[in-house]
């Protein structure tokens, strides 16, 4: 079966174009809840930031608790005043040279899980976004078990619990930081 027939066939029931006026839409992703979570990286990649810049973004994938399954990125810039903050985050991660930030990552079979400390962010415009402060390797080893799908957004209120107060000024827009150069 190609691409074109799964997302085209209705035999399963429950899907297809006939489907499609009488199918509710998926209830919207919220930020998650400022805090620490458990995760493990799913992907990194060089991109370009906003500003022009180059960048490396890693997509974290929240392992444990209420948010598992969710997704969190975080993407280092790699201007001048950001460089020697992005050389020492990547570092941890054993990404310390061009060639290691243009190879995939991570590498097959092998799983970083690491901590993250999330703030939720508030815009000029009032949306709401998150910003990952800070992000500790925890391990490294093989691949553990498969993702799960990510669970039905909650309507949780944020909260500043489990973060140290140096980041916790930082949760609902209370502050700026980061080498995130968005």
Same mark, same amino acid.
């Given at each position: 079966m190609?691409?074109? /027939? ?13 489907a ?9 992703? /919220? ?5 620490t979570? *458990? ?40 201007? /001048? ?15 310390? *040279? ?16 690491? @901590? ?6 508030r ?9 990952? @402060? ?25 909260? *500043? ?5 140096e980041?916790? @000024? ?5 502050? @700026?930081?980061?080498?995130d150069?968005?």
């Amino acid at each position: 079966m190609n691409l074109n /027939e799964i997302f085209n066939n209705n035999a399963g029931g429950g899907g297809g174009l006939d489907a499609f006026d009488t199918t509710p839409p998926a209830p919207g992703m /919220e930020p998650l809840p400022a805090g620490t979570y *458990t995760a493990v990286i799913a992907h990194g990649e060089l991109v370009q930031t906003k500003s022009g810049s180059d960048g490396y973004r890693i997509r974290f994938r929240i392992v444990e608790g209420p948010y598992a399954g969710r997704i969190a990125f975080r993407t280092w810039s790699f201007s /001048e005043r950001a460089l020697p903050y992005a050389r020492r985050d990547l570092g941890q991660f054993g990404l310390t *040279t061009s060639a290691q930030l243009l190879a995939p990552f991570p590498e097959v079979g092998r799983e970083y899980r690491v @901590k993250l400390w999330v703030a939720l962010q508030r815009g000029d415009d009032g949306r709401e976004f998150n910003d990952v @402060k800070r992000v500790q390797l925890i391990t490294v080893g093989p691949t553990t078990a498969p993702p799960t799908d990510p669970p039905a957004p909650t309507t949780a209120g944020p909260t *500043t619990a489990g973060l140290p107060p140096e980041l916790a @000024k930082f949760a609902l827009g209370g502050g @700026k930081g980061g080498a995130d150069d968005r």
